[in-house]
């Protein structure tokens, strides 16, 4: 594995982070979005994760200055791939925005360069056509809060070169992850394989008006251990991504209630700017969410 420069298109709360983790043990990196507004908006949101890396990491300051310092930024995507050995790729997780952006990306990347979708819950065969070198494609999936949920999920696809994907794997390792090789595709992975489900029965749990959020939470946590209920943890995962996964799902199967609950996510949390715990508030109210408070889990 020879990476040194790696693109991250997209970025969102994981584009910025994968790319300030990536900075931070090293790489050269450049952060693509589709216009300036976008960028500037992400040079705060990673220069926001500084104070997490000291915090959490134990990292000085002149570490987390020093890996912002390796990010670049640019809304020219020739500019922004011109020397990558790697794309990430983190857009919205809309079918036809990913198909469009490998098209234009297979167009302007050097031919060694490596692409990789994070999509949280489509495949990489989707579009491995469009990127126009699909043996150089394949998934490398990361959870939120990378650098302390420092999981990359790394699936090939059918047509993905072995090497290409042993390749992946070492970066993912280079960049402090725990790799999960999955040999296989699996829509979800294995990280949303086990989350999703629990995730849509907490959303449907609330839009049949069986409990309210609190209640829902508070019986996870009390139940299992857990640190978070599912309310939570959509607040972490952000409402705009699981508003994109009710409404493709709705979509796709036709189900009545998938569409409640893509309507209630939208009208309820993204028109209001209510987008999870990176905007302050969600299903609960940041930095200080009810779960928190030291009575949440008492009788």
């Known amino acids: 594995m020879n ?34 507004p976008a960028l500037e908006r992400a040079k705060e949101r990673i220069s926001d994760l500084k104070s997490h890396y000291r915090q959490d990491l134990n990292a000085t300051g002149q570490e987390v200055d020093e890996a912002y310092n390796r990010i670049s930024f640019s809304s020219d995507l020739s500019k922004a791939v011109a020397e990558a050995d790697l794309v990430i790729e983190a857009v919205p ?3 036809q925005i990913k198909a469009d952006f490998y098209t234009d990306l297979g167009k302007v990347a050097p031919e060694k360069t490596v692409f990789a979708t994070n999509s949280s819950t489509l495949l990489p065969s989707q579009f491995a056509e469009a990127t126009g070198r699909p043996q150089k494609f394949l998934a490398l999936h990361f959870a939120n809060e990378i650098w302390k949920n420092n999981t990359a999920e790394i699936m090939k696809h059918p047509g993905t070169d ?35 489900p629990l995730l849509e029965a907490a959303q449907q749990l609330l839009i049949r008006e069986v409990a309210d959020v609190e209640t829902i939470d508070k019986t996870w946590m009390v139940a299992t251990g857990a640190p978070q209920g599912p309310f939570a943890i959509l607040d972490v995962v952000g409402i705009n991504t699981a508003y994109n996964i009710g409404l493709a799902k709705a979509e796709a199967s036709g189900d009545p209630e998938f569409k409640k609950i893509a309507e209630m996510l939208k009208s309820e949390y993204v028109d209001k700017g ?4 990176a905007a302050g508030e969600g299903f609960y109210k940041y930095p200080n969410p009810s779960f928190l408070k030291p009575d949440f889990l008492k009788a």
């Open 93 to 95: 997780e809309v079918v």
């Open 274 to 277: 209510k987008l999870g715990a």
């Open 162 to 196: 072995m090497a290409v994907f042993q390749d992946v794997v070492a970066f993912a390792k280079a960049i402090g992850m725990v790799a999960l090789p999955l040999h296989k595709e699996q829509p979800g992975y294995i990280l949303n394989s086990l989350l999703v």
């Open 3 to 36: 990476y040194k420069n790696i693109t991250v298109a997209g970025s969102g709360v994981l584009g910025s982070q994968i790319a300030y983790q990536t900075a931070f043990k090293g790489f050269n990196v450049t952060v693509y979005d589709i216009n300036d």
